[in-house]
């Protein structure tokens, strides 16, 4: 791609403010969660709800997806720019990222995280393998609305964050690029084969 049309794409994706998602599941003992953009109503029918998700393949928290067949949205406070520090600078391979943390469990078994704004219950419907992501497509089962107030977005992150927590994510946020650009790729290679 040419450098125009890319920087071109760039602020048509910079046109928009998307909340800061965080995802939790849990697989019997073994709970995580990550922070997530990449989330969307996938349903205008009121008794029909369904999310879109995707997560990559080298979060922790996707293996628990995967063996829970389940997981938990929830909205940010505005200011709630710990939740981004503890669920997206840390590796669940690493930390339990919810130790010490005041939770209990959504209706469906995973994670609840008792001061976000409101949460979701999710159950997976369809899965699709996108090269560096999973493409999930759940049915909304619950939810609730815990308190009311302006969210968390990417904007507000970027506004708000410490120049520390700022560095801290550019720099993962430059891995995470190379290892999905490498997923992509072979992703796209593969499919030229078949």
């Not at 410490?162 to 720099?171: F, G, Q, V």
Request: glycine share 8%; hydrophobic share 45%; charged share 25%.
């Amino acid at each position: 791609m040419n450098p125009e049309t890319s920087a071109a794409i760039t602020e048509v994706f910079h046109l928009y403010d998307p909340p800061l998602w965080l995802v939790t599941a849990q697989d019997g003992e073994r709970r995580g969660g990550f922070i997530a953009t990449s989330v969307t109503r996938a349903s205008i029918v009121p008794d029909l709800p369904r999310m879109l998700l995707t997560v990559a393949k080298h979060h922790f928290t996707r293996g628990l997806i995967e063996a829970s067949g389940a997981f938990a949205l929830h909205l940010l406070a505005s200011d709630d720019i710990a939740s981004v520090r503890r669920f997206g600078l840390a590796s669940g391979h690493h930390v339990d990222k919810l130790a010490d943390l005041p939770t209990s469990a959504t209706p469906d078994g995973a994670p609840l995280i008792e001061g976000a704004m409101s949460w979701l219950d999710c159950r997976i419907a369809q899965r699709t393998d996108i090269g560096d992501r999973t493409l999930y497509l759940a049915d909304v089962t619950g939810g609730a609305v815990l308190r009311r107030g302006p969210l968390l977005t990417v904007a507000g992150l970027l506004r708000d964050a410490t120049d520390a927590d700022l560095a801290a994510l550019k720099h993962l946020y430059a891995l995470d690029q190379a290892t999905d650009r490498d997923a992509i790729l072979k992703w796209r290679r593969c499919r030229a084969e078949t």
